[in-house]
Every structure is written in structure tokens, then in C-alpha cells.
């Protein structure tokens, strides 16, 4: 957002190595089966993990090509024009993506990645208008991403995936000067949620009941590598909070650092864009 480039991010040698290896794996599947849409889509997958994003943004397309009703490439190729900064684009696809499932029964989305558990947890229709949501969140478009994060919502099926959406829906409730509505969310926070994966947003939304304190999590985000999650749902409590220079500095902080794929990184571009700051 600052006219910097970005690159590749750095993996650890045994991660792109595993990942490298199932990029392989499923470029021999889909030469094996190239009119089957499922190998093409997990070849786009693969290489977006290893940060392959172009790449994956051309697979995404190509099965777009070949299978033009199969949302599931609007809906890849929507998540990654959101890494690449192209909102609008990725808004065109998820909108596409949400039209074509329209009517339809929703499916659960497989990993990718895996959690502990081995249990996916996240939907097509779901991610669908999750993604849809953040991309007119970072657009500043409020109310039409509480529209699909409300829908998004309705899907849900697990503690996981509504605290992801709850964590998204309260800062921006707050940021239109619905408190009510943002309270009202905070409500069904409670100890007893079964996380397997949003953690970060879980802490986060415990920080806005008042359960948790701001230094603490950034400083197990520092040990955990989540520092651009963290950084940004704390960044956004300061700023909500009236400490804009805490929040500024944290921003500046998250930008500065190399998770530039994450969501709350880019969400910290757009407040520094919209503050008239500079990354650097």
C-alpha cells in the first residue's frame, strides 16, 4: 500500500520442503487428471502456501477458464487478490463465487494446513462470504462487510469460526458507532469456547471484554508468530481506546515486519494509508 515492494516470505527449511513436496505431489495429480477442477485447485492451493501468490492467482484463473460454475476458484482467487492488495478484483470473485452457491448446500472446505485435530472447520460458503467481508472491510466499506460477516455467521459451525467472524464484526460495529450491536457480540465470549485455531482472535476478543491486557499478548505473539494478528486487534483496541499514538506505533511496527500476507498486516497498511502515515 506504500509503493514498497513485496517479497517472498522466508519458511524455515523443513516447512518449504514439506510444502514443496505437496506442490509436487499435486502438480503430478492434476498432469495425471487435468480436466479434473479438484486438481487444479489444489495446485493453486500448494503454491499459494509457499507464498507463490501470482502463481496461484494464474492457477485460480486457469480453472476459471475450464470450469467457469465451480465457485471454489472465484473463492481461492478472491482470497488471494486480498493478499495482493487488488480489493476490488477480489471482490468481483467472491461476489461471483457468492452467486454461483446461491440455493445451494453448503460443504466443508478441506485443509490445506491442518489443525492438530485434523478436523476442518471452515465451510465453502463460509469462507466465501468471510472473504468477501474482509475485502470491503479493507475498502472501509463497513456496512457492506457486516452484511457478509453476518451472513458468514449464520454458517458457522464451531466455537473457531465464530470467534474469527465475532473478532471482525466487533471492531467494526465499533468503527461505526454501534457499541451496542459490539457488546451484544462480546456476550457469547466465554471461557468454555472450543478453540482449535483462532486463537489470536479468541485472546483478542477476551482483551475487548476486559479479561486480558494489551502487553501480555504482544508479547506472546512475539514467541508465537503471530505478531500481525496480534499487533493489529491491539493496535485497534488503542485506537478505539482514544490512544492513537500507541496504536500508531504498533502499526508501524506490524508493517515493519515481514508477515505482509497476514490479514491484520494488511488491515495496518489500510489504517496507516487512512491516517495519511507513511510505513516507514
Known amino acids: ?27 503430478r495429480v492434476f498432469e495425471a487428471r487435468p480436466g479434473d477442477p479438484d486438481a487444479l485447485l489444489w495446485v493453486g492451493r500448494r503454491l499459494a502456501y509457499l507464498g507463490h501468490y501470482r502463481e496461484a492467482i494464474a492457477a485460480f484463473t486457469r480453472g476459471i477458464a475450464l ?49 492438530a485435530a485434523g478436523v476442518p472447520l471452515s465451510t465453502l460458503q ?12 479493507l475498502r472501509q466499506e463497513f456496512a457492506r462487510a457486516i452484511t457478509q460477516w453476518q451472513r458468514a455467521r449464520e454458517l458457522a459451525r464451531n466455537d473457531d469460526t465464530r470467534a474469527a467472524i ?13 457499541p451496542q ?10 471461557p468454555d469456547l472450543r478453540i482449535m485455531e483462532n486463537q489470536p482472535y479468541y485472546d483478542l476478543l477476551r482483551l475487548y471484554r476486559g479479561e486480558l491486557a494489551p502487553e501480555p499478548l504482544l508479547e506472546k505473539a512475539r514467541t508465537d508468530g503471530q505478531f500481525a494478528t496480534y499487533g493489529y486487534g491491539v493496535a485497534s483496541w488503542y485506537l478505539l481506546s482514544g490512544d492513537t499514538t500507541r496504536a500508531e506505533s504498533l502499526l508501524r511496527r506490524i508493517v515493519d515486519g515481514p508477515d505482509w500476507a497476514a490479514f491484520g498486516y494488511i488491515a495496518a497498511e489500510i489504517e496507516l494509508e487512512r491516517s495519511g502515515s507513511q510505513g516507514r
Do not use: C
Request: charged share 25%.
Open 1 to 27: 500500500m506504500f509503493g514498497r515492494p513485496l517479497y517472498r516470505p522466508a519458511l524455515a527449511p523443513d516447512r518449504e520442503a514439506r510444502l514443496q513436496a505437496q506442490l509436487d505431489s499435486a502438480t
Open 67 to 115: 470450469h467457469p460454475a465451480d465457485a471454489r476458484f472465484y473463492r481461492h482467487r478472491g482470497h488471494r487478490y486480498i493478499t495482493s492488495r487488488q480489493f476490488d478484483q477480489a471482490i468481483t470473485d467472491l461476489q461471483l463465487a457468492a452467486m454461483l452457491v446461491e440455493d445451494k448446500a453448503d460443504q466443508v472446505e478441506p485443509d490445506g494446513q491442518p489443525n
Open 126 to 137: 463460509g469462507n466465501i462470504y468471510y472473504h468477501l467481508g474482509l475485502a470491503y472491510y
Open 166 to 178: 465475532s473478532y471482525w464484526l466487533y471492531l467494526t460495529f465499533r468503527r461505526m458507532g454501534r
Open 181 to 190: 450491536e459490539a457488546a451484544e457480540l462480546l456476550r457469547g465470549i466465554h
